[in-house]
């Protein structure tokens, strides 16, 4: 059974960080594109990152690039997102995803290709 379990959610000023994690089970890391959504309430789910699974490329959402970093450590066996600089309009859960289409599979910010979801992690920003 497929499971990915964030962590690292919580309540932060305008302007501060905060680091995801994710951890997965049941996939075999660097065998699958990891990404990071979001979902304010009352707004859609929207892409913020996603990583290659041998995470080299990398892939950012206009509104996070610069302030947000994605990156995986296969010791770990841990996906991140770093968030620095954070704004009011970041604030939402926080979704890690698996892409599992294969090596092949270029980087997506479509939903519908993870395949694997966790159940996210809230992200408050105070103004």
């Known amino acids: 059974q497929v499971q990915l379990m964030e962590s690292g959610g919580g309540l932060v000023q305008a302007g501060g960080s905060l680091r995801l994690s994710c951890i997965p089970s049941?996939?075999?890391?660097?065998?699958?594109?990891m990404g990071w959504f979001r979902q304010a309430p009352g707004k859609e789910r929207e892409f913020v990152a996603a990583?290659?699974?041998?995470?080299?490329?990398?892939l950012y959402a206009d509104s996070v690039k610069g302030r947000f970093a994605i990156s995986r450590d296969d010791a770990q066996y841990t996906g991140y997102l770093q968030m620095n600089s954070l704004k009011p309009e970041d604030a939402g859960r926080y979704f890690c995803?698996?892409?599992?289409?294969?090596?092949?599979?270029?980087?997506?910010?479509?939903?519908?290709?993870?395949?694997?979801w966790g159940q996210g992690t809230q992200v408050t920003v105070s103004s």
């Open positions: 995803a698996a892409d599992d289409r294969g090596s092949r599979a270029a980087l997506s910010p479509i939903g519908g290709y993870y395949h694997y």
């Open positions: 990583i290659e699974w041998t995470g080299g490329d990398t």
């Open positions: 049941g996939l075999s890391f660097g065998r699958f594109n």
